[in-house]
T-cell receptor, first 115, second 114 residues
């Protein structure tokens, strides 16, 4: 049973560029959430996708956008990269059980460095 | 939203039992208590989740008193590989929540010494 997978593992970009990160959820999961983790901090919620729609969003600017595909995989897009966007980006998947979110399981993350 | 308070750091030696206590005075009736473990540059790993009393799995035990205003993660006979950051989360998180968003604090850095 495959767990949550993310690609790429590492990425280096320059300021102003755009980046796309990818996530495949754990088998049987239909909900994907994205988190940003700066060095020395806990993960911060970016947004969550369910049924191909953004269900809720954390305190992140519109430069951060996402998408969920019919197979439940998801992408995180960040435009106009800033130095402060350098972080570990985490994807977590979960299942909706009778309308209630179940335990979230995390992928290994993508380390984004903005120069 | 329930806030959690846990120690910033803890030290232990191999073979000892480690107990990390988390305070969550404003926990709501429907909230579950969830603990994650995170190694550097890796995603958080789910350890254990509970609602009340005691939960045990192959990795840890979770003790929750009747008032549910705190919880204690117990790691039996730790090893060097248990050195990690441990996060306690309650409210709007995972099971028991219709929102399913996780709020992480800074966690507890556990260091196990030989």
């Amino acid at each position: 049973d495959a767990g949550v997978t993310q690609s790429p593992t590492h990425l280096i970009k320059t300021r102003g560029q755009q980046v796309t990160l990818r996530c495949s959820p754990k088998s049987g999961h239909d909900t994907v959430s994205w988190y940003q983790q700066a060095l020395g901090q806990g993960p911060q919620f970016i947004f969550q996708y369910y049924e191909e729609e953004e269900r809720q969003r954390g305190n992140f600017p519109d430069r951060f956008s996402g998408h969920q595909f019919p197979n439940y995989s998801s992408e995180l897009n960040v435009n106009a990269l800033l130095l402060g966007d350098s972080a570990l980006y985490l994807c977590a998947s979960s299942a909706q059980l009778a309308g209630v979110a179940d335990t979230q399981y995390f992928g290994p993350g993508t380390r984004l460095t903005v120069l | 939203l329930a806030k959690t308070t846990q120690p910033i750091s803890m030290d232990s030696y191999e073979g000892q039992e480690v107990n990390i206590t988390c305070s969550h005075n404003n926990i709501a009736t429907n909230d579950y208590i969830t603990w994650y473990q995170q190694f550097p540059s890796q995603g958080p790993r789910f350890i254990i989740q509970g609602y009340k009393t005691k939960v045990t799995n192959e990795v840890a035990s979770l003790f929750i008193p009747a008032d549910r205003k705190s919880s204690t993660l117990s790691l039996p006979r730790v090893s060097l590989s248990d050195t990690a950051v441990y996060y306690c989360l309650v409210g709007d998180e995972g099971r028991g929540s219709t929102l399913g968003r996780l709020y992480f604090g800074r966690g507890t850095q556990l260091t196990v010494w030989p």
